[in-house]
């Protein structure tokens, strides 16, 4: 490998000197993960300004063996953007690289450089008319390209799918600096292998993502929000299904909210309304969103209301005692005081001490049973820990993070194994996953080889070895 310092003029002669940062404290953010849990070190942070600068920099690498970490937000929680400690990389930042190249009015389709932050996109499309419903609470800071190398999911993919749905083409540059061109609007192209979904959730392991055609949607003109104690978890169940069958399929967002999650939201941010006087162990928080001009959606019966619908779904529900009390938000500030409660839940979190987190999905059938028996493991691997399981659980995808307060247990991250070993048990018993939508980054590497089928495995690392021979992109993650 070159010296730093011929890395340093090769990188300069390339993306310009201001675009090459090597002084300690601007490149210590681009170093550490969101969470804290994971520091690197690296040669320099390189902003390319264009596709044809990430082109040079990814070939100059591959011809010398200089690691890259592609980084877009820095918003993700599996330490994939953050370079090892051994120095040699360059951590490549996708923020220059931030523009709407285009927004088609008849497909409803927009390209997008990689390093555009999701909530630009969303404001792009609102501008029009039009949505772009990938949605969670790093909007403000994270990038599409970052949303596509995880295969981000979040608070709409009920109704929308996650970043893979919702992305039509892609322009990638391949380790040896190549640039592949799928930035196509086809909705079909049977051209042989789908190249695009192989890149789409592959952390930048195989390629860097310089731009992505995206598929916009009507906008909303009417939703209503709704937060519901509930029986049980498979009372929610049961309530989604209603919701989804009494709505024509109208969802948009179904979270399972646990009373654990409500009260530390509620302990650590007091001007937080209690939606609910009496809560429950589990809740929902339910929105359900209609594109009709009105506010009204087409109904059984010709037009209803969407509070009305929701009222009425509801009911029926308190009569079958699936919930005991809800309530619907009837202006807009009801609507942001019952998202607040699902917002804050991250930074309430953190401030409600050490956090052991997850993204687990299982088949929804077994979504109690797994909840009960992991709480009754994590309480016997450490005793009083605080079971935060929540999140889509209209995807079948909990955030089942496990709490302690700072200073109830010093060697709590030490426990994180066991929790891992615990929760990849039971999520094989039960036919589910150790990643619904953070990825695998380095965090979840060592279960990658017990969770995944072998041949599926095998066919991965042989991908990986066809496109990237020298091991340049993003070493230690995934594989
Ligand atoms: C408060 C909060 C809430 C969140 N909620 C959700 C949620 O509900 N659902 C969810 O899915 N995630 C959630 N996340 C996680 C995170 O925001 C997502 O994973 C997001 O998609 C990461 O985007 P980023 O631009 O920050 O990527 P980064 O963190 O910069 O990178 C993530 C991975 O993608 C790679 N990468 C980045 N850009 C490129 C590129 N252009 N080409 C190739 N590889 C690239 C990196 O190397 C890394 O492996 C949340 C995070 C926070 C902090």
Excluded at 225 to 237: C, H, N, Q, V
Excluded at 420 to 430: A, F, H, N, V, W
Excluded at 435 to 440: D, K, L, Q, T, V
């Amino acid at each position: 490998m070159p010296d730093t310092n011929a890395i340093i003029t090769a990188l300069t002669t390339i993306c310009g000197a201001k675009s090459v940062i090597t002084d300690a404290d601007e490149t210590a953010p681009y170093l550490t993960d969101w969470r804290k849990h994971y520091t690197g070190t690296a040669t320099a942070v390189v902003h390319p300004g264009s596709t044809d600068e990430v082109s040079r920099v990814l070939a100059y690498a591959n011809e010398h063996g200089v690691p890259i970490v592609p980084q877009g937000g820095n918003t993700g929680l599996c330490g994939g953007a953050t370079p090892d400690t051994s120095g040699d990389a360059i951590v490549l930042s996708l923020k220059r690289m931030d523009q709407v190249l285009s927004l088609d009015l008849k497909s409803n389709t927009m390209v997008v450089q990689a390093g555009c932050i999701l909530e630009t996109i969303q404001r792009s499309a609102e501008a029009e008319g039009l949505l772009f419903p990938l949605d969670f609470g790093s909007r403000g800071t994270c990038r599409i390209g970052g949303n596509l190398s995880t295969n981000a999911g979040g608070l709409g993919v009920v109704r929308y799918g996650n970043a893979r749905a919702l992305c039509l083409g892609l322009e990638v540059v391949v380790p040896d600096g190549r640039v592949m061109n799928l930035l196509s609007p086809l909705k079909k192209d049977n051209t042989g292998y789908d190249l695009k979904n192989l890149f789409i959730g592959s952390e930048g392991t195989l390629g860097i993502i310089t731009a992505a055609t995206l598929q916009l949607f009507p906008a909303h003109q009417a939703v209503v929000t709704a937060f519901a104690g509930l029986r049980d978890i498979d009372a929610a169940i049961s309530l989604l299904n209603l919701c989804q069958s009494a709505s024509g399929g109208r969802v948009t967002t179904f979270e399972l909210m646990p009373k654990s999650i409500i009260d530390n939201v509620m302990e650590h941010y007091p001007d937080t309304v209690q939606p609910i006087a009496d809560i429950p162990a589990f809740s929902a928080f339910i929105e359900i969103s209609s594109t009709a001009p009105t506010d009204a959606m087409p109904g059984l019966d010709g037009t209803m209301p969407l509070n009305n619908l929701m009222e009425g779904i509801l009911e029926a529900s308190l009569e079958d005692e699936l919930i005991n009390d809800a309530t619907i938000a009837t202006s807009g500030n009801q609507r942001a005081a019952l998202w607040a409660i699902r917002e804050l839940t991250p930074e309430s979190e953190i401030k409600a001490g050490v956090a052991y987190k997850s993204d687990i999905s299982i088949p929804i059938e077994h979504m109690a049973e797994f909840y009960h028996r992991a709480a009754a493991a994590a309480e016997a691997i450490a005793p009083g820990v605080r079971v935060f399981g929540f999140g889509h659980l209209g995807d079948g995808n909990l955030h089942y993070n496990l709490c302690i307060p700072r200073q109830g247990h010093p060697d709590f991250m030490a426990l994180f194994p066991e929790f891992d070993t615990m929760l990849s048990g039971l999520l094989k018993q039960y036919g589910g996953s150790i990643s619904a939508e953070h990825g695998i980054g380095q965090k979840k590497r060592h279960l990658l080889r017990d969770a995944k089928d072998a041949t599926a495995l095998a066919v991965m690392e042989a991908i990986k070895k066809a496109l990237d021979p020298n091991g340049i992109m993003n070493p230690g993650k995934i594989l």
